[in-house]
């Protein structure tokens, strides 16, 4: 018989670890086979010919919360059917899923299905006699106000894009590292199509993600995307990135370094952003950068400038207590005098918020 196992890829040896059997509350004595984990990191679709199917094997769903797994519930008609029902995959917006079965209408033993999830059938609103008699002589205005209609959606943000040379456009392989910020984890690591340079990734809600690329002889390029608990639904973002080559004057924005509101102390999830400049100045012991500090417009240009500064020194001082020489450091406080972006919204005064480096010497 067929049981469902879970083990954990261990970072540091490179490998898989144990197996072990998510046990009696998803595995029966009959087979539980096709396993889907869908894209919300917390859903999990399989098919059983346990847990009181209709016949055959039917399909099951249950989340992961609170550190453990929910009772499987089978999906029900019209998708389980008194055949088999395997292969279930659901897409990211949770609208459309795709499964194989036996049915009376294939073309062959088993064949691969599409179904479309719905809201709740709304009731028809017919006229009645009387409207319709009196809106022979005059019409009849009715305003009708439709119930409203949740529609359940996974909780799930799809980053994708594609990565290319900044100089020349051509597309790169390039791996990309996914960071929770909070834990400073490292939660994925995968490549760029080779090709194409194109790149999607799953990110689930409840996480501030480190987004970093890298390709050797390229300068490394960091992204943040927050995405807390309350923002529910699908959504997908669209980041196409360009890769720069090391030369002098090139600049970097640091997206994953974090200040409290009018501050310049460092806040703990900034920590995996900065482990890996001060990994890149190891690697590479004759580079020497300048941290640039920016703000948006809000405030006097005097306390602007001031704050940039001391932001920027905070970075080279934690440089510093990781072992970077001080004679390879330089700071700057810009204000807000090199914006990336407008003022006028809160997007673009974020934007232009921001920690950089640039190359002074290589």
């Known amino acids: 018989m067929h049981d469902i196992y879970m083990s954990f890829w261990d970072e540091d040896k490179e490998k898989w670890g144990p197996a072990r059997n998510l046990g009696p509350n998803i595995n029966t004595e009959y087979d539980e086979d096709c396993v889907y984990m869908h894209p919300d990191g917390r859903t999990l679709y399989f098919s059983s010919k346990g847990h009181n199917t209709m016949g055959g094997y039917d399909i099951f769903k249950l989340t992961y919360k609170n550190k453990q797994w929910g009772v499987p519930e089978n999906i029900g008609y019209p998708i389980n059917s008194a055949h088999d029902d395997n292969f279930f995959v659901i897409g990211g917006s949770g609208k459309t899923g795709y499964y194989a079965s036996i049915k009376k209408d294939g073309f062959g033993v088993m064949d691969i299905y599409v179904i479309t999830f719905l809201g709740p059938e709304k009731e028809p609103i017919l006229n009645g006699e009387d409207n319709l008699l009196a809106s022979l002589a005059s019409p009849v205005k009715e305003k009708v106000i439709a119930k409203k209609i949740k529609i359940r959606t996974s909780n799930l943000t799809i980053l994708k894009g594609v990565i290319s ?39 689930p809600a409840g996480r501030n993600y480190g987004i970093s690329v890298n390709k050797e002889d390229y300068l490394f390029h960091s992204e943040n995307v927050n995405i ?30 974090f200040f409290p509101f009018d ?48 932001r920027a020194r905070t970075v080279v001082q934690y ?34 918020r921001r920690i950089e480096f640039e190359i002074i010497a290589n």
């Open 319 to 352: 440089l510093i207590s990781n072992s970077i020489k001080k004679d390879r450091l330089e700071y700057a406080g810009y204000g807000e005098v090199q914006p990336m972006s407008t003022n006028d919204t809160e997007e673009g005064r974020h934007d232009n």
């Open 165 to 203: 040379d900044k100089a020349t456009g051509e597309p790169l392989e390039a791996t990309i590292e996914i960071i929770d910020n909070a834990k400073n984890e490292r939660v994925a690591t995968f490549r760029s199509n080779g090709t194409s340079g194109k790149y999607l990734v799953s990110l």
């Open 228 to 257: 807390p608990n309350n923002d529910v639904g699908f959504k997908e973002i669209i980041k196409d990135i360009d890769l720069k080559r090391f030369t002098v004057g090139q600049k970097i924005v640091l997206r994953n370094i």
């Open 263 to 310: 501050k310049y102390d460092l806040t703990p999830d900034s920590n995996a952003e900065l482990q890996k400049l001060v990994k890149l100045l190891n690697d590479m012991p004759s580079l020497r950068i300048r941290i640039g500090g920016h703000t948006d417009s809000k405030g006097s240009d005097t306390y602007n400038q001031k704050l940039s500064e001391n």
